[in-house]
């Protein structure tokens, strides 16, 4: 799988890790997708082998449940994922945010479309309020998501 990470440019999306090391919360790749383990079974040994890991897992981005099965010493793809908070500057008319980062952290982001979702809307609501809106938005593999909005009350 190391070509599929090749064609991202740049820093690497994932690493490898031990099946059998992958927590419950942790992350991992099922099927080029990067997800949240939400359950691990562990078989036993066979006569004919090794321990195998049972994932469940939810897709980071779409929700969609996964499922796969590894050898508990094979190496699996972990997906390195950031969550970055950043402050609403604007959000234009084709929906699109404009995100000042906090402390420091990353770059400006305008790339980022706000979601037609409950997070989404509440971003919106609060920004035409005027009030000072901090999104935390979540990547993985190139893909970027809002996963919580709040408002900034610590004023400036």
């Avoid at 419950?24 to 036993?44: A, Q």
């Avoid at 906090?102 to 005027?130: S, V």
């Amino acid at each position: 799988s190391s070509g599929i990470n090749a064609e991202y440019g740049g820093a690497a999306k994932w690493i490898p890790q031990q099946a059998s090391a992958i927590k419950k919360g942790g992350h991992i790749m099922i099927k080029g997708r990067p997800c949240k383990v939400v359950n691990i079974s562990t078989s036993k040994p066979g006569k004919h082998g090794s321990a195998k890991c049972n994932f469940t897992a939810i897709d980071l981005f779409t929700g969609d449940k996964k499922e796969a099965i590894s050898p508990g010493h094979a190496n699996v793809d972990v997906p390195i994922v950031t969550r970055l908070e950043y402050t609403v500057m604007d959000i234009d008319d084709s929906g699109f945010f404009s995100l000042m980062p906090n402390e420091g952290q990353g770059e400006m982001r305008e790339d980022i479309r706000c979601p037609d979702d409950a997070e989404g809307e509440k971003a919106k609501t609060l920004f035409n309020d005027g009030k000072d809106v901090m999104v935390t938005i979540l990547t993985a593999i190139g893909e970027d998501r809002l996963v919580d909005v709040k408002e900034n009350t610590k004023g400036n």
